[in-house]
């Protein structure tokens, strides 16, 4: 049986795991919630978990667990769950992981909900978040103790895209008996293969690049199997009957059953859809955006140009390393005023202003002013998000389509 190794391949030749009825071509969207039985003993088999089979949709459902298998043959996973959201992935991990009285080290650079779950959601239920420079492992280890259950760690962050070395990381992780947890949205399964670098579980907000287009919103947790759960105080009794499969229990029989936030079979649809050009759309974006931050480079007004890809960045040589030609494909520019980058925001007449990343569509927006709104100036300062910067999510249009429209909005600024 030939075993295709190319990643697209892979993805559109992810066998079902049980054929459809009709031999439909593509995995059907199954919209029910309940799952008919034989009999009561196959039922009383089926939720102790020892047959193989759909119960009710809110556990798992054939669409979507066809998408969890087709992210599972890319990542070399050893579980996957997808989400309702990015939000509920990141979530899933931090209750399954954490109770009152633990601490998880990460970064104040987070995705905007990232940061305010960690600084303040679980706050309240007594789960401290001790924010540190995790480019500084000295810095890192003297934060971890015996109550820190993860490191949190986005690959490249958003807005300001700084990027860890995830190997040096995860041995400070390792060497404390921590697993590393990694927010991989921004850099995709086709260009940064998580589990190489020492992340134990990564979190994605499908919602982005994988959805095909700004289609729907999904998340995906990921767990590779390499974190030894015998060493984590929460997971060490199932650790002892389970083994490596001790999370994705915990996860499957009480974290994600009980919060609820489970995928719906259409967005799964559309997500398994999307991920069949994932890598042809990601490549493309993400080589939009390497011409075009060398582009802005060039342009006078535009006062500085940030992009982990950028000859001179002091992450170019990482991001090469865990990223290889495609470290992203978002870059932030900046003007000498606010005001200069609200009228640069409204002559654009191509690229949109939304607040979505990795769709197909070029987006723009002013982090200070939307996503960082509920923060005064002096916060935004500390999480590095500047008045004077905007975003841009490149998407896959032709390279001159986007060159023109910035030219023009550009030359219409004072
Ligand atoms: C969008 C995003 C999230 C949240 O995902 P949703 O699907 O919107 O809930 C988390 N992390 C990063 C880096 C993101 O870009």
């Known amino acids: 049986m030939l075993k295709p190794k190319g990643f697209t391949t892979r993805i559109i030749h992810t066998p079902y795991a049980r054929e459809d009825a009709n031999h439909a ?5 199954y919209s029910n919630a309940a799952f008919d039985f034989e009999s009561a003993e196959q039922m009383e088999l089926a939720f102790q978990g020892r047959l193989p089979v759909h119960a009710y949709s809110r556990i798992t459902n054939p669409t979507v667990e066809n998408f969890e298998l087709r992210i599972k043959q890319i990542t070399g996973a050893l579980n996957v769950t ?9 979530s899933n991990v931090i209750f399954l992981l954490a109770s009152a009285g633990t601490n998880i080290i990460a970064s104040r650079h987070l995705f905007g909900n990232t940061y305010v779950f960690f600084e303040s959601t679980i706050k309240e239920f ?4 001790r924010f540190c420079d995790l480019t500084n492992q000295e810095e890192v280890k003297a934060n971890i103790d015996s109550n820190t259950v993860a490191i949190f760690v986005e690959t490249i962050t958003n807005p300001q895209l700084e990027v860890v070395d995830l190997k040096s990381l995860s041995q400070t992780a390792h060497e404390q008996n921590v697993p590393l947890i990694a927010d991989s949205t921004l850099t995709p399964p086709n260009v940064f293969n998580a589990k190489e670098f020492g992340v134990d579980i990564d979190v994605i907000s499908s919602t982005k ?5 700004g289609t729907s919103i999904g998340g995906l947790i990921i767990d590779y199997g390499t974190f030894s759960w015998s060493k984590s105080k929460k997971l060490a009794t199932l650790s002892k009957k389970f083994g490596p499969y001790a999370f994705n229990y915990k996860l499957r029989r009480e974290i994600f059953r009980n919060l609820g936030a489970c995928m719906s079979p259409f967005a799964a649809y559309l997500q398994s859809l ?3 050009t994932l890598q042809m759309r990601f490549e493309k974006a993400a080589t939009n955006c390497r011409e075009l931050a060398a ?8 006062t500085a140009v940030n992009y982990p890809g950028k000859q001179g960045s002091a992450f170019e040589a990482i991001s090469r390393q865990q990223f290889g030609d495609y470290p992203g494909a978002m870059l932030t520019f900046d003007f000498a005023t606010r005001e200069a980058c609200f009228a640069f925001m409204n002559n654009l007449e191509l690229i949109r202003r939304a607040t979505n990343v990795y769709d197909n569509k070029t987006l723009i927006l002013h982090p200070a002013s939307t996503i960082y709104c509920d923060f005064d100036r002096e916060t935004r300062e500390v ?3 500047f008045d004077t910067t905007l975003r841009l999510s490149l998407g896959i249009e032709d390279i001159e389509d986007l060159k023109s429209d910035l030219m ?6 004072e």
């Open 25 to 29: 071509l593509h995995q059907p969207i």
């Open 82 to 90: 997808a989400l309702s959201s990015g939000m509920a992935a990141v």
């Open 126 to 129: 007594g789960i401290e978040t």
């Open 209 to 213: 690049c994988i959805s095909g287009g």
């Open 274 to 276: 999307g991920l069949e």
């Open 295 to 302: 582009f802005l480079e060039t342009m006078p007004k535009v």
């Open 383 to 385: 999480l590095h998000v």
């Open 408 to 413: 023009q909005a550009l030359n219409k600024i």
